[in-house]
């Protein structure tokens, strides 16, 4: 199996994500304490998350926008404390900036350079990550979010711009990422070649095997350039 790109999941498969969404939401909250804090007090963290899961659940039809999720959140906690301009852009920068503040898995910097320097990398994301943040987006040929496109994994839509923007037959693309339905699934259904990167040795159990499983970026980084050179 040779590959002539690669498409890469990102919250979870270049960095953990958890631990850059929790310290968002402390950020948020520090700022409403210092601001507003009548609505930290009828918002404290958990019940802004309930707040936000409840929205999400209320709009299906923005499920691939978890930005606009979130600025929906603010302007409800403030309105439940009857301020209607709540001040929503100053939130949202507040949150987006340390949301991007992640720490990459250290296999995941250099692997990335021995791939980009094989084949192109298209990102394909649900999430709201944003490279030039954090500071790989010289490394991608494409970004794909689902925010950006308007539908999310793994509707097979998103794999299929990934191999338009590449100009690149879907089978021809070796989509990585930890989630077996949203990446490894989905990628599949699209007619994509799948990598289920399983950082944590769990088992599979969600149907046909991924074509590759790796524990780590440097395992996938090594399949490339051991491919790459069987292919030339
Ligand atoms: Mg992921």
């Known amino acids: 199996m040779a590959v002539r790109a690669v498409s890469l999941d ?19 909250d520090r700022w409403l304490r210092q601001h507003h804090p009548d609505v930290a007090n009828a918002w404290p963290i958990e019940a802004m998350r309930e707040l936000r899961e409840q929205i999400a659940r209320d709009n299906t039809h923005l ?10 959140t603010i302007r409800a906690a403030f309105a439940h404390c009857g301020i209607d301009d709540a001040p929503v ?10 949301r991007n503040n ?5 296999d995941s910097l250099p692997a990335l350079e021995r791939i ?11 999430g709201n990550a944003d490279l030039e943040i954090i500071g790989l987006h010289h490394l991608f040929h494409t970004r794909i979010s689902a925010g950006g496109l308007g539908v999310a994994k793994p509707d097979a839509r998103i794999f299929l711009a990934a191999a338009e923007a590449l100009g690149i037959a879907p089978a021809d693309i070796l989509h990585v990422g930890d989630d077996p ?18 950082r ?22 090594d ?4 491919s790459a050179l069987t292919d030339s």
């Open 89 to 98: 852009d100053e939130l949202w920068r507040l949150y987006y900036a340390a």
């Open 200 to 221: 944590t040795g769990e088992a599979w159990s969600h149907g046909p095997a991924p074509d590759l499983e790796f524990p780590d970026m440097t395992h996938l980084a």
């Open 63 to 72: 499920s691939h926008d978890f930005s606009e999720q979130r600025r929906m």
């Open 102 to 106: 992640v720490e990459l898995y250290p």
């Open 10 to 28: 990102l919250d979870d498969t270049l960095w953990p994500v958890l631990p850059a969404l929790i310290e968002a939401e402390h950020v948020v």
């Open 181 to 198: 339905l949203l990446d490894v699934v989905g990628a599949r259904e699209a007619g994509l070649r799948t990598v289920w990167l399983n």
């Open 223 to 226: 399949w490339v350039e051991a």
């Open 116 to 126: 980009a320097h094989r084949v192109p990398i298209v990102s394909i994301s649900n």
